[in-house]
């Protein structure tokens, strides 16, 4: 089975701040890496597929980046939208589609 | 335009027996995989399963292999997700997740908060 380590669990940032948030895959799992937003109530929202896709609708402040077993998910420039909890989700085996434990973004 | 609607909250009883729906509309629902995401309260996303509407093609997390069954109906557009013997510790949000090859779980349902209780 594939492990998702997501760091770190919480982050104080500011407004405007540059901030990066890491998921690494025990085994290799290609580019088939997503990112989603979930808000507090709410469903999750997809940000970013096959590590670097921005979806559709989705603010140009957010990048991914990586392959293999190491990914990152930067917010260029933290909006107070952005304040919530992000979580990664490998997708390279139907077997067993993992998530991290997810990133806590919290105003400073 | 796509959307997953989820049955309502449910309150049950611990052994009583529960089966909640994913009506999915605005695509083709035989040709894309529905997962679903359990969200215990307070805590992170955990895969739960997944099946394919077309053939039924149905894989299940290690961790929920034997404790739920997922199915779908091709016929009404709807997957579901069910327990024979619910405990307390299945109190939970359960999401219905469209999942597509290249871009991974698009669009999701609004979430089905089962509250398991004596």
């Known amino acids: 089975d594939i492990q998702m380590t997501q760091s770190p669990s919480t982050l104080s940032a500011s407004v405007g701040d540059r901030v990066t948030i890491t998921c690494r895959a025990s085994?290799?799992?290609?580019?088939?890496l997503a990112w989603y937003q979930q808000k507090p109530g709410k469903a999750p929202n997809l940000l970013i597929y096959?590590?670097?896709i921005l979806q559709s609708g989705v603010p140009s402040r957010f990048s991914g980046s990586g392959s293999g077993t190491q990914f990152t998910l930067t917010i260029s420039s933290l909006q107070p939208d952005d304040f919530a909890t992000y979580y990664c989700?490998?997708?390279?085996?139907?077997?067993?589609?993992?998530f991290g434990g997810g990133t806590k973004v919290e105003i400073k | 335009e796509v959307q997953l609607v989820q049955s309502g909250a449910e309150v049950k009883k611990p052994g009583e027996s529960l089966k909640i729906s994913c009506k999915a509309t605005?695509?083709?629902?035989?040709?894309?995989?529905i997962a679903w995401v359990r969200q215990m309260p307070g805590k992170g996303l955990e895969w739960m399963g997944i099946?394919?509407?077309?053939?039924?093609?149905?894989r299940y997390s290690p961790s929920f292999q034997g404790q739920v069954t997922i199915s779908a109906d091709k016929s009404i557009s709807t997957a579901y997700l069910q327990w024979s013997s619910l405990k307390a510790s299945d109190t939970a949000m359960y999401y219905c997740?469209?999942?597509?090859?290249?871009?991974?779980?698009?669009?999701w349902g609004q979430g089905t908060l089962v509250t398991v209780s004596s």
């Open positions: 997740v469209r999942h597509e090859a290249d871009t991974g779980s698009d669009y």
């Open positions: 099946i394919y509407p077309s053939d039924s093609d149905t």
């Open positions: 605005g695509y083709s629902f035989m040709f894309y995989w």
């Open positions: 085994h290799s799992i290609n580019n088939w």
């Open positions: 096959k590590a670097s």
């Open positions: 989700q490998q997708y390279d085996s139907y077997s067993l589609l993992t």
